[in-house]
């Protein structure tokens, strides 16, 4: 089932958090909510759960209005960043808890325990409580409970930020794995936009409390619409520049005393507007061979990565770009060599300051 | 922050319930008292107290007394948890009995412990007499001062210790690397830090003694005092002051009301979050050394234990009236008790069992909800439930003696008023120990039953009660404890048939049947202690984990 939001309005006391928010999720598919701490990713989440009280507009699953429904009877299913397990029961029964909630018979409860449990690589810990697992164990449990009622949505609130870099790349794997195979509606909320770009059919960029921008992972990444996505979303150079004119499609502005071609995704407003440029769409090259659309500029750093390596170079005395380069002979230009910038003028975009 | 349309109804009905019971119960008696002081026509009670310099004196007299006591605990008990907490010597496991004593005694039986030591006729005297040498009267000062400190200084010790446990040794270490000489380094480090408990502990004793009631009234003798004056205009013979009585008592609350307001100015100066870090290993101390601070600590245990020693003793020892015939062995004292007048036992059974179990289901509910589901009444609940603490249990004894009276809830003269008196003088105390584990149960653990398709009140008792049952264990034993040995609230609205068994024990002093009196003590210790025994021993409860 799908999750339509109308107009939605959260307050906390007087102070409007969220004003006006719609937002339609397929069914079955994967939605991440992504933004900076504070940005009301969080109670938009647990609005969609019904521990926060809607202020204005409608929540629907389906065709069906839960805006007035206590979340008890939502029928969600929910991850939580610390995990929630019960302390006091055992791995089992965490896993047959909502199941006896809804009255199933004990050889049911029991089947089902024990496939959501296979599931999720658990089997052989149902009888252990949950102080006497690891971290990546206890997520994979909550996992298993929140999954184990076939709720209408899944919902997680950074289900992964409490794990260490290796586990949360295996359990991200699971539950992406598990999410696709149970084909059930989930929003995901995370800061971190790897897991974002990696795990999600959609996202919506937040910030203070409004939807910055909702689309696929490369439409976020290559077409965002602002500075904000942009910088949120990878790594990006942005510049201020003076605004090349109402137009919108191809072109030229100004770039440390040089002249580039560039894409106006949108329509600008200002005089002002922000060149933004992602360090790895930026090439390389002696100078003099640059080709067409490019930039003169001296390395005033050099990170050597392995496989990459990362410049730092000035165009101009107030303009530094960061260059990211792969491939043949990427480490090849020193501090003080003067280089010559190309940009690719589709992925080279303007947008309003 | 859980604000389901669901479960706003319940808990809001619940804490609107909870608001009603502590108006009626809590915040009415206390606006009696005050309302009472300005009765009493042309010239209300605040007009004859500045009339009268006994009661000016009585006020004064309460200030020296508590404190003189306070600066005396400070002394023994910082010290004392110092030695505690840093070095190991001979017998240092002794003092692990301290927060016991201080919890577990009650004070009547310390005062008549006192008493039977070197009171009028205590051996002590006696046997000083035999050899010409004259006590003097342990009766007034020298027996308030000695007995409550003795009495109190605990608290200070407790707290004192949780705080140097607490510091963390690599800032005293950080202080040395600096430049520092040790003994400079501990005075300038861990004095500040340990400062705000040491004030939070001192100023309980300060409050503590203002509404000191028992060991007052045993041992006060001819020095007036507040809580003493103000409990004989409530019960005197041949008619009570009914104006002057809640005049007394209303100035009780203020001097207690300025004296906690003083600690929340200073703690909110000097509170230092002081992160978790190593702990100091204690230093084994031997030699002469050794001995000589164990050997003075011990001597405190021991005068903290002699209250112990002499009630059983006495309680086993023959005697006539007041005559104690030391060294002659009997049971009678406790057959007197048991089969001639079994009612103060069963009554303060019956009275603190109920009282335990209502005390802490409110707790329960009013600490889970202060703490996770915040309404429009939860801070004034949160104030209201701590309001006692500034009450003595004299105050609460007058307050609603005076409110329930007459009138459509008329409560005088039976076990509920009793009861509601135990209820609500410990009502603080059940509240911090129920209160105690709250914050470490995360909110999410009740969402994610409310997920999984629970709904909130059943999530209450199937996830989140089940964390709180070793809190709420230990809150039961301990306030079972601090409520049977309550006196000075029950005293004021107890009938006749109606008595426990400190109001018995005070009785017993007051007609010098020291014997007896000593045998019900044990008596009430037994009821103490046996339900701690069985919690910590059988059921494992932790009682002082929280601290």
């Not at chain 1, 102070?15 to 006006?20: K, N």
């Not at chain 1, 502005?253 to 060149?275: D, E």
Request: some cysteine; glycine content about 10%; hydrophobic content about 50%.
């Amino acid at each position: 089932m799908g999750i339509d939001i109308q107009k939605l309005g959260v307050a906390y006391g007087d102070h409007r958090v969220i004003d006006g928010l719609s937002l339609k999720i397929e069914p079955g598919s994967f939605f991440t909510l992504l933004g900076p701490s504070g940005c009301g990713k969080t109670t938009l989440l647990r609005t969609i759960a019904g521990f926060i009280d809607a202020a204005a507009g409608r929540i629907l699953f389906g065709d069906k209005d839960v805006t007035g429904l206590p979340a008890h009877r939502r029928d969600i299913g929910m991850v939580f960043q610390d995990y929630a397990l019960f302390p006091d029961k055992t791995v089992n029964d965490n896993v047959a808890y909502g199941l006896r909630a809804r009255g199933q018979d004990g050889a049911t409860i029991r089947r089902k325990v024990g496939e959501a449990l296979e599931r999720v690589g658990l089997g052989h810990l149902g009888q252990r409580h949950p102080a006497a697992l690891s971290g990546g164990q206890r997520q994979r449990v909550a996992l298993a409970r929140a999954l184990v009622i076939q709720p209408t949505v899944l919902l997680m609130d950074e289900p992964l930020s409490n794990l260490d870099a290796k586990l949360r790349v295996q359990v991200r794997d699971t539950i992406t794995e598990l999410q696709r195979e149970a084909g059930i509606t989930t929003v995901f909320v995370t800061h971190d936009q790897e897991e974002a770009l990696a795990m999600s059919d959609r996202i919506g960029v937040m910030k203070s409390g409004r939807l910055e921008q909702v689309g696929t992972p490369s439409e976020i990444y290559r077409d965002s619409v602002s500075s904000y996505v942009a910088d949120f979303v990878g790594a990006a150079n942005t510049v201020e520049i003076d605004a090349p004119g109402a137009a919108q499609g191809m072109v030229t502005v100004g770039l440390g005393g040089h002249s580039i071609s560039a894409r106006v995704p949108a329509p600008l407003a200002g005089s002002r507007a922000v060149l933004i440029a992602r360090p790895e769409d930026i090439a390389l090259s002696p100078q003099g061979t640059g080709g067409a659309n490019c930039v003169q500029g001296t390395v005033s750093r050099r990170q050597y990565l392995g496989g990459k390596t990362h410049y730092l170079i000035g165009i101009g005395a107030d303009v530094a770009l960061a260059v990211e380069t792969h491939g043949d002979g990427h480490d090849r230009y020193m501090p003080g060599a003067d280089v010559d910038l190309s940009f690719d003028p589709m992925k080279t975009l303007v947008l309003a300051s | 922050m859980s604000r389901g349309i669901g479960n706003r109804t319940v808990w809001w009905w619940i804490s609107l319930a909870a608001m009603v019971v502590m108006v009626v119960f809590l915040l009415y008696p206390l606006l009696t008292i005050l309302t009472g002081s300005l009765g009493g026509g042309d010239r209300n009670g605040w007009a004859q107290l500045l009339a009268d310099p006994r009661y000016l004196e009585a006020v004064r007299n309460t200030l020296v007394l508590a404190a003189a006591v306070t600066s005396l605990s400070v002394c023994l008990g910082v010290p004392l948890a110092y030695l505690a907490s840093r070095y190991e010597f001979p017998g240092k496991s002794a003092l692990a009995l301290l927060p016991l004593i201080a919890l577990v005694i009650p004070e009547v039986i310390a005062a008549q412990t006192w008493l039977m030591l070197v009171g009028n006729n205590g051996v002590v005297t006696r046997a000083l007499r035999s050899v010409d040498i004259i006590l003097p009267s342990f009766y007034g000062w020298p027996g308030l001062i000695v007995s409550l400190t003795f009495t109190y200084y605990a608290y200070v010790y407790i707290s004192t210790l949780a705080a140097i446990r607490g510091f963390d040794v690599q800032l005293e270490e950080a202080a040395r690397s600096l430049g520092t000489s040790p003994v400079r380094s501990r005075l300038k480090v861990l004095v500040p830090v340990i400062m705000p408990s040491v004030m939070a502990g001192a100023l309980l004793v300060f409050t503590m003694v203002m509404g000191n009631f028992g060991t007052s009234s045993i041992l006060g003798g001819k020095v007036r005092l507040l809580s003493v004056m103000t409990y004989q205009a409530a019960v005197a013979e041949g008619g009570a002051d009914p104006v002057m009585q809640s005049t007394l008592a209303s100035v009780a609350v203020g001097l207690i009301v300025i004296v906690l307001f003083l600690q929340r100015w200073i703690l909110s100066r000097g509170r230092y979050q002081v992160v978790q870090g190593r702990n100091a290993r204690p230093v084994p101390l031997s030699g002469r050394q050794g001995w000589l601070i164990g050997g003075a600590a011990g001597a405190v245990v021991i005068v903290s234990l002699m209250p112990l020693i002499m009630l059983v003793t006495g309680a086993f020892t023959v005697s006539r009236g007041p005559v104690m015939r030391w060294g002659e062995w009997t049971l009678a004292n406790f057959e007197r008790l048991l089969l001639t007048n079994p009612t103060p036992i069963l009554n303060t059974l019956i009275y603190s069992a109920v009282a335990t179990l209502i005390g802490i289901g409110i707790s329960t509910l009013v600490s889970y909800m202060i703490v996770k589901k915040k309404n429009l009444f939860t801070p004034a609940l949160d104030y209201l439930s701590t309001l006692p603490l500034a009450l003595s249990g004299t105050a609460i004894g007058i307050g609603l003696a005076m409110s329930f009276n007459s009138g459509w809830l008329h409560l005088t003269g039976t076990g509920a008023i009793v009861v509601l008196a135990y209820v609500i003088r410990r009502l603080p105390f059940s509240m911090r120990s129920a209160s105690s584990t709250l914050y470490n149960i995360p909110d999410s653990i009740e969402e994610a039953s409310i997920s999984l398709g629970v709904a909130p009140v059943p999530s209450f008792f199937k996830v989140v009660l089940p964390l709180m049952v070793p809190a709420i264990a230990s809150a039961m034993v301990l306030t079972w404890a601090v409520t049977v040995s309550e006196l000075s609230a029950s005293i004021i609205v107890y009938s006749g048939g109606r008595e426990t068994m400190p109001i018995q024990i005070y009785k017993l002093i007051d007609s010098n049947l020291m014997a007896q009196a000593s045998a019900m003590g044990v008596l009430l210790l037994a009821v103490i202690l046996v339900p701690i025994f069985v919690a910590t021993k059988l059921f494992r409860v932790e009682l002082f984990s929280s601290r």
